[in-house]
C-alpha cells in the first residue's frame, strides 16, 4: 500500500506539472463548433493600420527627441530610432507569421499557449493584462496636463475635471483622467468598427501634425542653415555606444503595434490584411520618428533642447510661439489613440483566456448587437477608470515594458518551435472522449475490455488515454490493430526532433545568461567577458545546428497555410530573443521586484482557478493524423 501511495503522487505530481506544459489546438472547424459567439469581421487593412500608428506613436516622441539626444545619442538620434524600428521588425515578422498561422484572438497569449504550453501562456496574459491596465491608466493622466494648456493651465480647468489633493491621504486624484477612461469604454463598446473610425480620425491628426513639425522645420533648417549639425563635436558626440544606447531607449516607443494581431478575428482578410497593417504601420511610425528627430536635432544644438518640451521649445526659439498649441494638439490625439489602442486589446486578451477557462467565462461573453466582448471591455474600463482617478502610476511605468517585451520574446521562441517542432499531437475534450469511446464499439471488444478504464478515470495516466485513443485512431483508419515495428524514418524524424528541440531550449537558456552577463555591471570584467564569449560560442553552435537540420515537414499544414513566412529562420527569431531579453533583464532590480509580486498574485489565481477550469484538463491527446477521422468518426457514430 505503501508503494502504491507513492506512485499515486508521483502521478498526481506530474499531471500538476503536465498542466504547464500542455498546448491547446489551433482553432479550427472543431473548436469554433463548440459554441463560441464570433467578433465582427469588419477591419481592413487601412483600420489596422489606424490601430496600429495610433497605439504606437504615443506622447513619448514629443518628450523622448529631447531626453536621448541631449544624455546618449545627440545628433545620431536618427540612427538610433532607424536601428530601435529594425529591432522592433524582427518581432513584427514573428508576429505576422504566427498571426496568419493561428488567427484567433489573444495575441501572444494565444500563440505561446499553442507553440509553448499553457504555463507560459498564462505569465504572458497574466502580463499584458498589467502592462494594458496600467499603460492605459498611465496615459489617461498624461492627457490632462496637455489638455489643460487649451484652457490657459490646470487650474483653468472646470472644477469638476481639476485635479484635487485628498488631505488625509495625501492623494493627488485625476477626474478628468477617469472620464476619458470612461468615455473611451463607452465608444469601444459601440462596436469595432465605429471605434476604428474615431482612432483612425485621431491618429490623422497626430500624423498631420507632425507633418507640420517635419515641414515647418525643414523650412526653418534650410533657411538657417541647420545649426545643430555645425558642431565641433561632430555627428556622435557620444560615440557609437551612445548611438546604440539611445536605441535601446528609444525601442519602447514603437511598443504598440502587438495590439493589431488582437483584432485578428475582427479583420475580414487576416492572412492578407495582417502582415500589411503590422508591416505599414511599423514602418510609417519609423519614418516620422526619424524624421521629427531629424529636423529637432538640426533646429538646435543638441545640448540645447528643453528634456520636457523639446519640440515645442524649438519652435519658440525661433519666434513661433503659435506652434505651441498645434504640438500640444498632436500630444493630446496620440496620448488619445494610445489609450483606445490599449483598452481595446485588454479586453480581448481576457477573452482569449476565458474561452480557454483560465478565467471565469464572464469574460468570453460577446453582446449579439454589437458583437464586440463589452463585459470584459467595461470591466477593463473601470479598473483602468479607477487606477487613474486614485494613482500616479508613472512609476510603475517599467512594468508596463515587461508584458510586451516577454510577449515579444516568446513569440520568437513560438516562431522556432513552428517550424522545427510543430505540435504533433491534438488535445481532446472530456466530452469527445465519450463519444469516441462509443465508436470504439466498432471494432470489437478487445480496446473496450482492456482500456475502457482509461477514460473513465481521467486522473490516471494521460499516456495510457492517448495510447487507447491512438489505437482507436488507427481502426478507424483501417489498420489492424498489431504489434508495428517503427520505420527507419520515423525513427529518424524523431531523432531530429528531439535534436531539435533541445538546441532550442540551449538557445534560449544561452540568451538569458549572455543577456544577464552583459547588463550585470557588478561582475568583474574578466568575469563578464568570459561568460558572454562562452555563451556567445553556444549561441553560434546551436544556431549551427538549427541551420543544418531540416524544419519539420508538418510546418507546412500547421495551422492556417497560405499566409505570411518569417524569413530568415532561425537567424532572425534567435536575434529577436536577444534583443527583448537583453531589454527585460535591463528593466532594472526595482520594477523586477514590482513584476514579480504581481506574477506571485498570478500564480495563485492559476492554482487555485485557472488549472482546474482550464478546457485542456482532463483532456488527453492523440496523434495529429488520427484527430480529423476520430472528429467525424464521433459525429457518425454518436454516442
Excluded at 267 to 277: A, E, S, T
Excluded at 304 to 326: C, E, K, M, N, R
Aim: hydrophobic share 45%; net charge neutral.
Amino acid at each position: 500500500m505503501q508503494s502504491s501511495g507513492n506512485v499515486g503522487g508521483g502521478r498526481k505530481c506530474f499531471w500538476g506539472f503536465r498542466s504547464l506544459i500542455q498546448r491547446k489546438q489551433v482553432d479550427s472547424v472543431h473548436v469554433r463548433s463548440e459554441g463560441h459567439h464570433q467578433l465582427a469581421r469588419k477591419l481592413s487593412v487601412t483600420d489596422l493600420i489606424a490601430i496600429g500608428v495610433g497605439a504606437t506613436i504615443g506622447a513619448g516622441v514629443y518628450v523622448l527627441v529631447g531626453t536621448v539626444a541631449r544624455e546618449h545619442a545627440g545628433p545620431a538620434l536618427t540612427i538610433s530610432f532607424l536601428i530601435a524600428g529594425i529591432a522592433a521588425a524582427l518581432s513584427a515578422f514573428c508576429y505576422a507569421e504566427l498571426a496568419c498561422r493561428c488567427p484567433s484572438a489573444g495575441s501572444a497569449y494565444h500563440y505561446s499557449y499553442i507553440c509553448v504550453g499553457e504555463g507560459v501562456a498564462w505569465l504572458v496574459g497574466w502580463a499584458l493584462i498589467l502592462e494594458y491596465t496600467i499603460g492605459g491608466a498611465a496615459v489617461a493622466r498624461g492627457i490632462t496636463p496637455n489638455l489643460a494648456l487649451f484652457f490657459g493651465g490646470v487650474d483653468k480647468l472646470p472644477a469638476i475635471l481639476a485635479p484635487h489633493t485628498i488631505p488625509v491621504f495625501g492623494i493627488v486624484v485625476d477626474p478628468c483622467a477617469a472620464v476619458l477612461v470612461l468615455v473611451v469604454t463607452f465608444l469601444l463598446c459601440t462596436g469595432i468598427k465605429e471605434s476604428s473610425l474615431v482612432q483612425m480620425i485621431v491618429t490623422s491628426v497626430n500624423v498631420s501634425v507632425m507633418l507640420f513639425i517635419m515641414i515647418a522645420g525643414g523650412y526653418l533648417g534650410f533657411k538657417t542653415g541647420w545649426v545643430g549639425y555645425e558642431l565641433p563635436s561632430g555627428y556622435f558626440p557620444f560615440g557609437i555606444n551612445g548611438m546604440f544606447a539611445g536605441s535601446a531607449v528609444v525601442f519602447f516607443s514603437y511598443i504598440g503595434f502587438d495590439s493589431v494581431t488582437s483584432t485578428v478575428e475582427e479583420v475580414k482578410n487576416p492572412q492578407r490584411d495582417l502582415p500589411l497593417g503590422i508591416g505599414i504601420a511599423l514602418f510609417i511610425c519609423c519614418i516620422l520618428y526619424m524624421f521629427v528627430s531629424f529636423v529637432i536635432t538640426g533646429l538646435v544644438p543638441y545640448y540645447a533642447l528643453d528634456p520636457d518640451t523639446p519640440i515645442s521649445s524649438v519652435f519658440a526659439s525661433y519666434g513661433l510661439q503659435w506652434a505651441v498649441y498645434i504640438i500640444t494638439t498632436g500630444a493630446v490625439t496620440a496620448l488619445f489613440a494610445s489609450l483606445l489602442g490599449s483598452l481595446l486589446a485588454q479586453p480581448r486578451i481576457l477573452m482569449a483566456m476565458a474561452r480557454d477557462g483560465l478565467l471565469p467565462s464572464f469574460f468570453s461573453d460577446i453582446n449579439k448587437n454589437t458583437q464586440v466582448p463589452v463585459k470584459s471591455t467595461v470591466t477593463t474600463g473601470i479598473f483602468a477608470a479607477v487606477l487613474a482617478f486614485f494613482m500616479d502610476v508613472s512609476q510603475l511605468a517599467g512594468m508596463v515594458s515587461v508584458g510586451t517585451l516577454f510577449a515579444f520574446t516568446t513569440a520568437a521562441v513560438s516562431v522556432l518551435i513552428l517550424r522545427y517542432v510543430p505540435p504533433d499531437e491534438v488535445p481532446l475534450s472530456s466530452s469527445l472522449q465519450e463519444s469516441i469511446k462509443s465508436v470504439s464499439l466498432r471494432f470489437g471488444p478487445n480496446i473496450q475490455e482492456t482500456d475502457s478504464k482509461n477514460l473513465q478515470n481521467p486522473s490516471g495516466s494521460s499516456e495510457n488515454n492517448s495510447r487507447y485513443l491512438q489505437e482507436i485512431g488507427e481502426a478507424s483508419l483501417g489498420y489492424p490493430l498489431i504489434q508495428k515495428s517503427i520505420s527507419q524514418e520515423n525513427q529518424n524524424e524523431q531523432t531530429r526532433r528531439k535534436i531539435a528541440a533541445w538546441t532550442i531550449t540551449f538557445l534560449c537558456i544561452g540568451v538569458f545568461i549572455f543577456a544577464f552577463a552583459a547588463s550585470a555591471q557588478g561582475l568583474s570584467s574578466i568575469l563578464r567577458f568570459t561568460v558572454c564569449g562562452v555563451c556567445g560560442a553556444l549561441l553560434l553552435c546551436c544556431l549551427i545546428v538549427l541551420t543544418c537540420i531540416d524544419q519539420d515537414d508538418g510546418r507546412h499544414s500547421f495551422g492556417h497555410t497560405g499566409g505570411f513566412t518569417c524569413p530568415f529562420v532561425p537567424f532572425l527569431p534567435a536575434a529577436c530573443i536577444l534583443i527583448n531579453t537583453y531589454l527585460l533583464i535591463d528593466l532594472g532590480a526595482a520594477t523586477w521586484i514590482r513584476i514579480s509580486i504581481w506574477f506571485a498574485i498570478g500564480a495563485v489565481v492559476y492554482l487555485f482557478y485557472g488549472r482546474s477550469h482550464s478546457s485542456l484538463f482532463n483532456a488527453v491527446y492523440v496523434p495529429s493524423a488520427y484527430a480529423d477521422e476520430m472528429y467525424r468518426s464521433s459525429l457518425d457514430y454518436p454516442s
